[in-house]
């Protein structure tokens, strides 16, 4: 019987440090996936930083006023 509860109990410890350990290999592979999610938001956020640069540039140099109209320039 003492026998059989030990190895009830190491049995029961072993699939606990299983479950550990999967769960810790399922946070890796979380953390992976934010690691890469937050690289294409910074890939995006600097391509939306070079489009408002590329808009501002344009906008400034196609500025409707009444001494230099945008389409008097062609």
């Known amino acids: 019987m003492l026998i059989q509860n030990d190895r009830s109990m190491k049995s029961q410890k072993i699939n606990q440090i299983r479950e550990r350990i999967d769960?810790?290999?399922e946070n890796v592979d979380n953390k992976k996936h934010i690691e890469l999610t937050?690289?294409?938001?910074?890939?995006?956020?600097?391509?939306?930083?070079?489009?408002?640069?590329?808009?501002?540039?344009?906008?400034?140099?196609?500025?409707?006023d009444s001494k230099n109209n945008f389409f008097n320039q062609f």
């Open 23 to 25: 769960l810790f290999l």
């Open 38 to 64: 937050i690289s294409e938001i910074k890939k995006v956020k600097s391509q939306l930083f070079s489009f408002k640069a590329l808009y501002e540039s344009f906008h400034k140099n196609t500025k409707l």
